[in-house]
């Protein structure tokens, strides 16, 4: 007959789980300085000196959490996508599917990059670091960037089955053409600090928009716009 487990001392059990959430609350600390730090000086410039020295912590202490630097890039990465999601890919989830969750895609999108506009967005500072570096840190930023694609691919499908948008549309040049958006305000915005980029990046979207209504959805925007 097995022998059952020795329950935990009461007052080990409760230590034991303030050291887990002290220890959780560190590492959060951590990732997000590592995260600031990423966005003004990309992936590349995380170190863990660097971190130990923002964060006022030794470097054993930083390492003990993340284990190399690949590695917190990686939870960098991972972080920087679950607040993209929060703020810009679950909000949007709750309009209607097709053109308005499309359009709602888009519009956080654009939000989203004007607040980084005196920091940076790592998806695009990352791809250009790591166009051409093969391993998993490239491999991370890749499956993150391919799983927000995949959501715009979803709400462009959705729309054409809506009959929203013309039954020969490509979603894929449609894709294309969003994201080339999104870069353009970048560029123009950060590198080039142009006034009205975000503005211009609204009304092509726009047009790509018009340019795929179906015959029905083009008549009632017509109709709406009198």
Not at 74 to 83: L, M, S
Not at 182 to 192: E, S, V
Request: hydrophobic letters at 45%; one cysteine or more.
């Amino acid at each position: 007959m097995p022998v059952p487990p020795v329950p935990a001392h009461p007052k080990r059990a409760a230590s034991a789980t303030r050291s887990l959430q002290k220890g959780q609350q560190t590492r959060a600390a951590i990732l997000d300085a590592a995260l600031a730090l990423a966005s003004h000086m990309g992936l590349e410039g995380l170190s863990i000196g660097a971190l130990a020295e923002v964060t006022k912590m030794s470097k054993s202490g930083v390492f003990a959490h993340f284990g190399s630097r690949e590695e917190l890039q990686i939870a960098v990465i991972r972080e920087y996508h679950a607040r993209f999601e929060e703020e810009v890919f679950f909000p949007a989830m709750r309009e209607t599917r097709g053109l308005p969750r499309l359009r709602a895609l888009f519009e956080r999108w654009v939000k989203r990059v004007s607040v980084e506009l005196d920091s940076g967005c790592i998806y695009i500072s990352g791809a250009v670091e790591f166009d051409d570096r093969p391993g998993p840190v490239r491999d991370a930023l890749a499956s993150m960037v391919c799983a927000w694609q995949a959501a715009l691919d979803r709400a462009i499908r959705q729309a054409i089955e809506a009959g929203q948008l013309r039954a020969d549309t490509d979603p894929l040049q449609m894709l294309f053409e969003t994201h080339g958006l999104i870069l353009a305000l970048h560029h123009d915005a950060r590198f080039l600090r142009l006034p009205g980029a975000v503005e211009r990046a609204r009304v092509g979207f726009d047009r790509i928009v018009n340019l795929y209504l179906s015959a029905p959805a083009s008549r009632k925007a017509r109709a709406a716009s009198r």
